[in-house]
């Protein structure tokens, strides 16, 4: 079965770190792109940065570059976000999702995980 | 940045019903749009790429048509369990875009 699980959410400060993980399984991982994708409590959903297969080449929404680093390690099929710098305005929950195409560059998420929420207040 | 404009904001219909969702973009996407369904407390689901294309496993009552900044999802007789949001999002630029959703509500 493919399957997404992210881990990593939780209750942090303004200004604080966080790093998510989005543990894959049921496809060859490597074959495809990966991206993130958030929403904030009651809103609608906002893609925030993706990377390849590879791992060598990535791409961000403006509201996050700078501060997010999206990452891979394909010997573990995970993937990964870094978060630092965090503002009030990055609470939400965030979706790692799977690209549609292999080979493909965020053109549509077939395949999500369940979430994990990241709360930023002091 | 693309901007994806969805009407109506919300939809009320009753089971069994014909919705039809409209999306908007603020300049050409070609035919790159997909179109995603959400139920509360749920993962958004893939229904629609490129415009017209069914995902994996997506009945056939539900149907995308449209392409450079006017398309429409079209759910052909509405089941109790397709009343959730519905977004769009378009790959044709970046940043990727998504519509802010429709709510599609029984009525």
């Known amino acids: 079965e493919v399957q997404l699980l992210e881990s990593g959410g939780g209750l942090v400060q303004p200004g604080g770190s966080l790093r998510l993980s989005c543990a894959a399984s049921?496809?060859?991982?490597?074959?495809?792109?990966m991206s993130w994708v958030r929403q904030a409590p009651g809103k609608g959903l906002e893609w925030v940065s993706v990377?390849?297969?590879?791992?060598?080449?990535?791409k961000y929404a403006d509201s996050v570059k700078g501060r997010f680093t999206i990452s891979r390690d394909n010997s573990k099929n995970t993937l990964y976000l870094q978060m630092n710098s965090l503002r009030v305005e990055d609470t939400a929950v965030y979706y790692c999702?799977?690209?549609?195409?292999?080979?493909?560059?965020?053109?549509?998420?077939?395949?999500w995980g369940q979430g994990t929420m990241v709360t930023v207040s002091s | 940045e693309i901007v994806l404009t969805q009407s109506p904001a919300t939809l009320s219909l009753s089971p069994g019903e014909r919705a039809t969702l409209s999306c908007r973009a603020s300049?050409?996407?070609?035919?790159?749009l997909a179109w995603y369904q959400q139920k509360p407390g749920q993962a958004p689901r893939l229904l629609i790429y490129?415009?017209?294309n069914r995902a994996t496993g997506i009945p056939a009552r539900f149907s995308g048509s449209g392409s450079g900044t006017d398309f429409t999802l079209t759910i052909s007789s509405l089941e109790p369990e397709d009343f959730a949001v519905y977004y769009c999002?378009?790959?044709?630029?970046?940043?990727?875009?998504f519509g802010q959703g429709t709510k599609v509500e029984i009525k």
């Open positions: 999002q378009q790959r044709n630029y970046w940043p990727r875009t």
């Open positions: 049921g496809f060859t991982f490597t074959s495809y792109a």
């Open positions: 990377i390849s297969g590879s791992g060598d080449t990535t």
């Open positions: 999702a799977k690209d549609h195409y292999s080979s493909a560059w965020a053109y549509a998420f077939d395949i």
């Open positions: 490129d415009a017209s």
């Open positions: 300049q050409s996407v070609s035919s790159y």
